[in-house]
């Protein structure tokens, strides 16, 4: 099935957290990351999957991501340089609550 002319997909993701810290107390916080496609153009699910892909096999390319081996994605010298390139280029990005 495929987008009419003037259609788009929308793409919503959000992680809940629930915290229990060492002094007994508990909060709760989401991360939240809204995206449309573009009618006409590229969809949500493929800009969402193809450009941080790209991001991260670019700064390989250029030697700015050269450590090897295998890293969790949230390692702080991986995932901020890439999140700081997605939101600053690409209007991607996550909304960080606590409830």
């Known amino acids: 099935m495929q987008y009419g002319p003037n ?41 969402l999957v193809g450009v941080p892909c790209a991001v991260a096999t670019l700064q390989v390319l250029n030697g700015e991501l050269s450590t090897p081996g295998l890293f969790a994605p949230m390692t702080p010298e991986i995932n901020d340089p890439i999140m700081k390139i997605l939101k600053d280029e690409y209007n991607i990005y996550l909304t960080e609550k606590t409830l």
């Open 7 to 47: 259609e788009r997909d929308l793409v919503i993701l959000q992680h809940k957290f629930g915290i229990e810290w060492a002094d007994g107390t508990t909060e709760t916080r989401t991360s939240t990351l809204v995206d449309y496609g573009v009618p006409g153009g590229y969809s949500s699910m493929a800009k």
